[in-house]
């Protein structure tokens, strides 16, 4: 007989899709002979359904999160617990959690504080110490394994399934009379989702009006619950159902023209698998989890483009042949999600030693299309090199590498090459990123931005596409530099290419939020740029228009992340012949400039000012042979003049004197280090 216990705390909650899991792993845990046995902890004031093999057991006095914190683990003592709704008893190590988003983390805006502080506190405590962390999708176990103290080998994926979906009865549904979802009125989507802003209501009800010239109305049905929901004004052909049974969503999920599900973020997405149950055409986001439950059974579509929606709902609503095949692929889709196997998963893990479990293995999904742009002059050797690497050992192959440069010959042999697209333009790195932009392809999801001098890992691009995939709210990626050439000597590129080789059998990854971009190698998400370009008044190469960049995107909403997954080397080139005092000039000047646009706050201005001050004054009795320490203390003290007087100004690097010999310096200084 099986002996383990089942942390009953979701018989006290409301229903939704976390509660949900719970409820249909246990009914399938009670089909099952092995589980014959085991036992389910409630608290006293929980409502529970009878159990064949199963038995329930009321226990202590307490509810809540003290229930589950003091008393469930004192009654679950001697027993494997089984907890399957994200939280478990942070002192006790026997058990299995099942955790099923990082939402708490991703997107907190959608909870309340208190909410917020329990998670944040907990969670980490007993991922520690569970025997084993499962979760619903392979997207959900990848962002676990980058917000919490979880390796990902050690994270098992036993998915929602679509069973349950199948015995609701339609003909029980009560919905409201004046609700136009009959088979007469006009076809309507339906969306199913709370007012979480992760959940993302707010694009639907932006195209609403569209849809309305069209004759479609839009039906939102489910509850707030713990969320936050924003005030908004409804177009006159959106009806809210509010929560509903589950007879009541048969009804409305076999009559809708199809399923709407917008969200910036899920574990799983179960209502996409009961639509497809129900024979539901289903358009769903293209990020997160969602493209692995659709499979290729969904209409996908970025939960950032409104006109892609109303695109996708217009052909379904144009082509009776459109949405006979999607609901037959939907069919066999949700096949490959079934809450027995998951059961039987749980077993597997309860039962026996701490095994790897997955059920439900993906296809492979198609990851964003990324541009790689290098901007490069007078270094076309240099810049052969690490693009010629680049585009032999990418694992995922870029949708397009543009080198961005004054004139072709900068480009070197490239010009040769059929998969290199040369664009030409005024000099500036600012400038050439920004010519880079005005030629990308209208297809391009995300913009890669690398050095000429940098030697990226095999992974940099299928790690970076995988992140902007998975986490749709973040807008700006920085890679890790393995070693920085920068700030020393340099480092030839055969070194660079042993080092990344070193590297290679690595399996942890260091995820860091917020975080500047460092412009050697950077990743953003073109939808988010928009508009927005560098700012070309910063016109020497590669110093602080990276930051100033990353600051006006965070402005705008998005988050900014450093991940070590993405990473390379930079090899830290000294050709170029930079001169120290046009150097030291907008070490000062830049500064100022991005705090007078609001892009760099005054501590970090001043103390970057300060930082470089004392390094070159100290360092020029006896400075490196690399760096012309001299010459940028003389820029200093130039730009300091200049700010007395009212003269200052970032762009004025490129005109004032040398005032010393030219000497090689680096293209891009170190931020913590002048």
């Given amino acids: 007989m099986a002996s383990f216990a089942v942390n009953g705390r979701y018989l006290t909650q409301n229903l939704s899709g976390v509660q949900r899991y719970a409820r249909s792993i246990v009914h ?301 692929r939907g069919k066999e889709q949700c096949g490959n999600f079934s809450w027995h196997n998951s059961a039987g998963g749980y077993l597997d893990v309860i039962e026996g030693p701490a095994v790897h479990t997955t059920r439900g293995l993906p296809k492979k999904q198609a990851l964003p299309q990324v541009a790689a742009v290098f901007a490069t002059l007078g270094r076309p050797k240099v810049v052969s090199e690490t693009v010629r690497h680049f585009l032999s050992t990418q694992r995922l192959a870029p949708s397009s590498v543009i080198i961005s440069c004054a004139t072709s010959e900068d480009a070197g042999d490239l010009v040769r090459l059929k998969d290199v697209k040369i664009v030409t333009g005024p000099v500036g790195l600012a400038a050439q990123r920004n010519t880079a932009l005005n030629h990308l392809e209208p297809q391009t999801d995300l913009v890669a931005f690398f050095d000429d001098d940098f030697v990226a890992h095999p992974e940099w691009l299928s790690e970076a596409a995988q992140v902007f995939q998975d986490e749709s709210s973040i807008v700006g990626l920085t890679g890790h530099v393995i070693a920085d050439g920068i700030k020393g000597p340099g480092i030839a590129f055969h070194e660079a290419v042993k080092l990344i080789k070193r590297e290679s059998g690595r399996s942890d990854k260091q995820w860091l939020e917020p975080f500047s971009p460092y412009g050697c190698n950077m990743a953003f998400r073109l939808k988010a740029i928009g508009t927005l370009r560098f700012d070309e008044r910063l016109v020497l190469y590669g110093w602080l228009e990276d930051r100033d960049f990353g600051a006006a995107l965070a402005k705008m909403g998005g988050r900014l992340i450093k991940f070590s997954a993405c990473r390379g080397v930079h090899l830290g080139v000294k050709s170029g012949r930079t001169s120290g005092v046009r150097l030291g000039y907008s070490q000062v000047a830049n500064p100022l400039h991005l705090m007078k646009k609001g892009t760099m706050k005054p501590r970090l201005v001043f103390g970057q000012i300060f930082r470089n001050l004392a390094s070159n004054a100290g360092r020029s009795i006896l400075p490196e042979p690399y760096v012309d320490r001299k010459g940028r203390l003389n820029g200093n003290l130039h730009a300091l003049l200049d700010a007395v007087t009212g003269k200052l100004g970032p762009e004025r690097a490129a005109a004032i004197g040398t005032g010393s010999a030219l000497v090689p310096v680096e293209r891009k200084p170190a931020r913590a280090k002048a």
Wanted: net charge negative; charged share 20%; proline share 8%.
């Fill in 28 to 328: 399938a845990l009670d089909q099952i002979e092995a589980a014959c046995g085991g036992v389910i902890l409630a608290p006293r004031t929980s409502c529970h359904p009878d159990y064949e093999k199963l038995c329930a057991v009321e226990v202590g006095v307490m509810s809540g999160y003290p229930w589950e914190q003091v008393e469930l683990p004192m009654a679950a003592r001697g027993r494997r617990l089984l907890n399957l709704c994200n939280m478990a008893p942070a002192i006790k190590s026997e058990q299995v959690v099942c955790i099923h988003d990082t939402n708490v983390l991703s997107s907190p805006d959608s909870y309340t504080h208190g909410f917020r502080a329990v998670y944040r506190s907990l969670q980490p405590l007993f991922a520690r110490r569970a025997v084993k962390i499962a979760t619903v999708s392979h997207a959900s176990a990848r962002q676990l394994s980058r917000y919490l103290p979880i390796p990902l080998s050690q994270i098992i994926v036993l998915p929602n399934g679509h069973e349950h979906a199948l015995r609701w009865n339609p003909d029980l549904a009560d919905l409201p009379a004046e609700l136009p979802v009959r088979p007469e009125d006009r076809p309507f989507v339906l969306a199913i989702g709370s007012g979480a802003r992760h959940k993302n209501m707010s694009l639907l009800l932006h195209i609403a009006p569209r849809l309305d010239e069209i004759g479609i109305n839009l039906v939102i049905a489910g509850g707030n619950g713990i969320f936050i929901e924003d005030h908004v004004t409804f177009p006159a052909n959106v009806y809210l159902c509010g929560r509903v049974s589950d007879d009541d969503l048969a009804y409305l999920l076999d009559h809708a023209l199809c399923l709407a599900f917008p969200s910036l973020t899920e574990g799983f997405g179960l209502p996409i698998i009961e639509a497809m149950a129900r024979g539901c055409p289903v358009v769903s986001s293209n990020c997160a989890s969602m493209p692995e439950v659709c499979g290729d059974a969904g209409l996908l579509a970025s939960p950032l483009d409104p006109a892609q929606w109303v695109r996708h709902i217009e052909m379904l609503n144009a082509s009776a042949q459109l949405r006979f095949d999607l609901v037959g």
